[in-house]
């Protein structure tokens, strides 16, 4: 078996190679492979169609070029770079997915609006700083009465007696109240002093300047900074009416929220906290990746006809495929985090240079949140807290645009079972696009089935623990979150071979994560993988770069990856 790895990579990059060659295939090309995730669905959303309903009904025109045009990107489209080859997928999916969400489920020039960071203005005298904070409270006022009277209007109850004057009484004081504060802030603003105000979509505004609304908009994937943001992470209030230009209510976002996400209050915390991460999952991601390379099961999937390595052909199937399984999440969780602090250093500073108004630290809140949530709501709380939930706004857009509508009610059974299963199912799509788009022959549907059973397995422990309740009410709390721990952890183990399985069948553990190995560069990569690997420390070779693409047609000019 040895250098199994490199004999895999040589096979599956000639295979493509071969495939490029007879036309059947073709690269992941920048900006071609664009066009359907990102150019035409931006370009349409920067040409403002608020007061033309003739113009925004050509959205189903746009969707259709995105559907259309990234299952021909899924279909034809790989890459030498196992990584990439599997992200050429998701990114086709995702694609499909967004432009679904703004230009169906949502309706972004309408109702979205971004936080910007502007420069306070000071009022000319205390009349006017009076009449600018009682214009804003009595508008929050009038938001707040529009709501509970669609709430009354939904048939929601309230607890107690005397809602309606309590309701009353409590927009009253609301308006004297942020007058007061107002007026304060206007006495001690200083030329120096910013604040937060709502941009809605600039309509009126130059292109270049409505093009960066809109390219914000679709690469903000988490919302962070956006009034459609998710709540898993610190975000302001938000008024279910925003005007454009209205300030924005920072004094009470939580350092923390109860899914464990964090935002960073100062730009040294941000980078400590990111450059530890950096280090430490290099350490981790070179560590297991050197591991990996002695089990063939990574290198070729679980069917494989190579002989285990002494090291590891003694353990039983079951400690084995535990191992296994648990190197592969913790190398994940590397793996995303150290993608993810890499992006973030790299966005704020973009953003701090050429975006300032965008460049605040609480649009970019922590990758993952508290393990905690494990322990204490099981699979609910691994997949909806703890787990990134990047992909959330779309997955979630469909069920909240069926209860806007008016076709499931919020809080109901239906809404939240149909809410959990369309999120898990896309999910499942997505990475299935992933799975299609690699090099070897893979089964993406496992991927579907993978997801799915996660949903399941959320509605079968929330049906054991109501049941649970009725003959031991008064488990303890270690018990309980015992119980959590230990359904997550089998639930995991007895599905997840069907997502790891087909990862290894692709070829992505042979994707090299980092340009340099740590412990090769300090001599001690033959000890570590058991004399398999080498102690090159320099990992990425010509594959792992962009390369000029030599196209047949001049719309295919550009970058190849």
Not at 24 to 39: E, Q, R, V
Not at 221 to 232: K, P, Q, V
Not at 480 to 494: D, E, H, I, Q, Y
Not at 541 to 560: L, N, P, R, S, T
């Amino acid at each position: 078996m040895s250098h199994l790895d490199d004999a895999l990579r040589a096979t599956y990059r000639q295979s493509f190679l071969h495939a490029l060659q007879d036309g059947s295939a073709k690269p992941f090309l920048i900006p071609y492979s664009m066009l359907g995730s990102y150019i035409i669905p931006m370009l349409w959303l920067t040409i403002p169609h608020v007061s033309r309903p003739w113009l925004y009904q050509t959205r189903w025109l746009v969707l259709a070029f995105a559907v259309v045009f990234n299952l021909h990107v899924m279909s034809v489209m790989s890459s030498t770079n196992f990584g990439s080859s599997y992200t050429v997928g998701t990114w086709a999916a995702f694609g499909i997915m967004q432009t679904l969400d703004l230009l169906v489920w949502k309706r972004p020039q309408f109702d979205a609006a971004r936080v910007i960071e502007v420069v306070a203005q000071k009022s000319n005298s205390k009349a006017e700083a009076e009449a600018e904070a009682e214009a804003e409270a009595e508008a929050e006022a009038e938001a707040e009465a529009e709501t509970e009277t669609e709430i009354r209007q939904s048939g929601a109850t309230t607890n107690g007696h005397g809602a309606s004057t309590d309701q009353s009484l409590k927009l009253r004081k609301s308006v004297a109240n942020v007058t007061l504060n107002k007026l304060a802030q206007s006495e001690t603003t200083t030329d120096d002093e910013t604040e937060y105000r709502w941009q809605k979509f600039p309509a009126e505004a130059p292109f270049l300047t409505r093009l960066g609304w809109v390219s914000d908009l679709m690469l903000s994937l988490r919302g962070a900074g956006w009034n459609f943001s998710i709540t898993s992470i610190p975000r302001p209030v938000i008024p279910p009416v925003i005007h454009d230009n209205a300030k924005v209510d920072v004094s009470s976002m939580p350092r923390q929220t109860s899914s464990g996400y964090t935002r960073f209050l100062t730009e040294r915390e941000f980078l400590r906290s990111h450059v530890i991460n950096l280090v430490l999952c290099a350490i981790i991601i070179d560590f297991i990746y050197l591991q990996m390379s002695v089990d063939p099961y990574y290198l070729a999937g679980p069917n494989h006809e190579y002989e285990l390595p002494p090291l590891i052909a003694h353990k039983s199937p079951l400690r084995l495929l535990f191992c296994r399984q648990s190197y592969a999440i913790v190398f994940v969780v590397s793996c995303i985090t150290y993608v993810f602090s890499t992006t973030a250093i790299f966005q704020y500073y973009i953003f701090k240079i050429f975006f300032p108004s965008r460049a605040f630290l609480w649009k970019f809140p922590s990758t993952f949140g508290k393990f905690s949530e494990v322990l204490d709501r099981g699979l609910a709380g691994w997949w909806g807290s703890w787990w990134h939930q990047t992909f959330r706004v779309v997955f979630l857009a469909p069920s909240v645009y069926l209860i806007k509508k008016g076709y499931l009610k919020r809080g109901s059974l239906a809404a939240n079972v149909f809410g959990l299963f369309i999120s898990f199912f896309q999910s499942g799509l997505l990475h299935a696009a992933g799975s299609y788009t690699t090099i070897p022959d893979t089964k993406p549907m496992k991927h579907v089935y993978f997801f799915v059973l996660q949903a399941v397995g959320i509605v079968l422990q929330q049906h054991l623990a109501f049941a649970l309740r009725y003959v031991a009410p008064e488990l303890p709390r270690a018990i309980r979150r015992a119980g959590n721990l230990a359904f997550a952890v089998s639930w995991m183990f007895v599905t997840a071979p069907m997502f790891l399985d087909d990862l290894a069948v692709g070829g992505l553990w042979l994707h090299q994560v980092m340009p340099i190995s740590p412990f090769r560069l300090m001599g001690l990569g033959h000890v570590l993988s058991f004399g398999h690997a080498d102690n090159t420390w320099w990992r990425w070779d010509k594959d792992c770069w962009f390369k000029m693409y030599e196209a047949k047609h001049w719309w295919e000019v550009g970058i190849a990856f």
